[in-house]
T-cell receptor
Framework: GQQVMQIPQYQHVQEGEDFTTYCNSSTTLSNIQWYKQRPGGHPVFLIQ?????EVKKQKRLTFQFGEAKKNSSLHITATQTTDVGTYFC????????????FGSGTQLTVLP | DGGITQSPKYLFRKEGQNVTLSCEQN?????MYWYRQDPGQGLRLIYYSQIVNDFQKGDIAEGYSVSREKKESFPLTVTSAQKNPTAFYLC??????????????FGAGSRLTVL
């Protein structure tokens, strides 16, 4: 799969604060997916972004895909303890192998 | 409800023993995948299958084997050749088709500990 850099690797926030994680690619992506994994759980698909400059919202979560389709971000407004987990941005594969590459993600801790 | 069932949820194994992890899906998905996750790490692809009776190695296939005799089933065997098998194993499936359009549905995982 294609390589993206996701930052930060870890983030601790106070409940009610906002949180943002960023993914950056050196190459243009056809799309990007976001997944969330709760502690001890399995990854769950959140959203897929396809269009240049796309912005999608899911309640307090806002997902963006850059104009050049080389970066993406996930912003959470007013975090809650239920937001705890690891967030992965996942680019599509670039070769013939149809696989998705999960990096280390951003591990979010929300302090009550 | 459609989904992916992995079993067992927890498994303990002695060194030198092979163990098989089960993965069954009723989503009618063509593609199935096995990932390994170590503490604090991302997911690494072990094997994947796009169609019945066909599968390909992922990034860390050494010490593992799979079969895909039925569309619904994709068992993973962790062999004694796997040097450090203690990990969380995740099975996933997707509808398949065009690369990049695969949204993964994951099972709850199997946590393997080698004693």
């Amino acid at each position: 799969g294609q390589q993206v850099m996701q930052i930060p690797q870890y983030q601790h926030v106070q409940e009610g604060e906002d949180f943002t994680t960023y993914c950056n690619s050196s190459t243009t992506l056809s799309n990007i997916q976001w997944y969330k994994q709760r502690p001890g759980g399995h990854p769950v698909f959140l959203i897929q972004l396809v269009k240049s400059g796309e912005v999608k919202k899911q309640k307090r979560l806002t997902f963006q895909f850059g104009e050049a389709k080389k970066n993406s971000s996930l912003h959470i407004t007013a975090t809650q303890t239920t937001d705890v987990g690891t967030y992965f941005c996942v680019p599509p594969d670039s070769g013939s192998a149809r696989q998705l590459t999960f990096g280390s993600g951003t591990q979010l801790t929300v302090l009550p | 409800d459609g989904g992916i069932t992995q079993s067992p949820k927890y498994l303990f194994r002695k060194e030198g023993q092979n163990v098989t992890l089960s993965c069954e899906q009723n989503l009618n998905h063509d593609a199935m995948y096995w990932y390994r996750q170590d503490p604090g790490q991302g997911l690494r692809l072990i094997y994947y299958s796009q169609i019945v009776n066909d599968f390909q190695k992922g990034d860390i296939a050494e010490g593992y084997s799979v079969s895909r005799e039925k569309k619904e089933s994709f068992p993973l065997t962790v062999t004694s050749a796997q040097k450090n098998p203690t990990a969380f194993y995740l099975c996933a499936s997707s509808r398949g088709g065009v690369a990049g359009a695969n949204v993964l549905t994951f099972g709850a995982g199997s946590r393997l500990t080698v004693l």
